[in-house]
T-cell receptor, first 112, second 111 residues
């Protein structure tokens, strides 16, 4: 069974204080690992897909990295508008087309 | 830009009622999904569909059914709503193995 564990559950940062969010996963064969951002009262918004160990993707203050067991979402010099819940999900090579297994999310709060 | 539209943002229903949640996507995506999201439990897959009139059970299908009569529309049906089905329901669509695009959710309360 595919499993995704995200840590910490919640993270509070001061504006400008860089940090990392962790996503550990167990999957029979990884087709892709996905990061989403979710604002309160809204659906998840796609951020990145990573396909193989060593791959990195960047978007503004966010950088996602991938190893064979985990992924990190690095946030550099965060701003209050980066406050949201960040979700990690995996897609297995075997099994249903496009089906994702999600972690429980990390709630990030950035204080001005 | 892909748009996934869920017909209601908020619904309040009584125990035992039959409830329909509707979802429409505008990008001709073959795959559509229904998830529910609960605090401390994350997103859990209820049902998904690869094509018109096709459906597959997800991780928590009990108490739910689905209908996909047209490619762009995927309906979630609660045959007899119960209080433990109070939740945020999220619809998503995708093409092939590409990332899912989500709607903004329907917050259902069953009293």
């Amino acid at each position: 069974e595919d499993q995704v564990t995200q840590s910490p559950e919640a993270l509070r940062l001061q504006e400008g204080e860089s940090s990392s969010l962790n996503c550990s996963y167990t999957v029979s064969g990884l087709r892709g690992l996905f990061w989403y951002r979710q604002d309160p009262g809204k659906g998840p918004e796609f951020l990145f897909t990573l396909y193989s160990a060593g791959e990195e993707k960047e978007k503004e203050r966010l950088k996602a990295t991938l190893t064979k067991k985990e992924s990190f979402l690095h946030i550099t010099a965060p701003k209050p508008e980066d406050s949201a819940t960040y979700l990690c999900a995996v897609q297995a090579v075997t099994g249903a087309n496009s089906k994702l297994t999600f972690g429980k999310g990390i709630t990030l709060s950035v204080r001005p | 830009d892909v748009k996934v539209t869920q017909s209601s943002r908020y619904l309040v229903k009584r125990t035992g009622e039959k409830v329909f949640l509707e979802c429409v996507q505008d990008m001709d995506h073959e795959n559509m999904f229904w998830y529910r999201q609960d605090p401390g439990l994350g997103l859990r897959l209820i049902y998904f569909s690869y094509d018109v009139k096709m459906k597959e059970k997800g991780d928590i299908p009990e108490g739910y059914s689905v209908s996909r009569e047209k490619k762009e529309r995927f309906s979630l049906i609660l045959e007899s709503a119960s209080t433990n089905q109070t939740s945020m329901y999220l619809c998503a669509s995708s093409w092939g193995v590409l990332p899912l695009h989500f709607g903004n959710g329907t917050r259902l309360t069953v009293t």
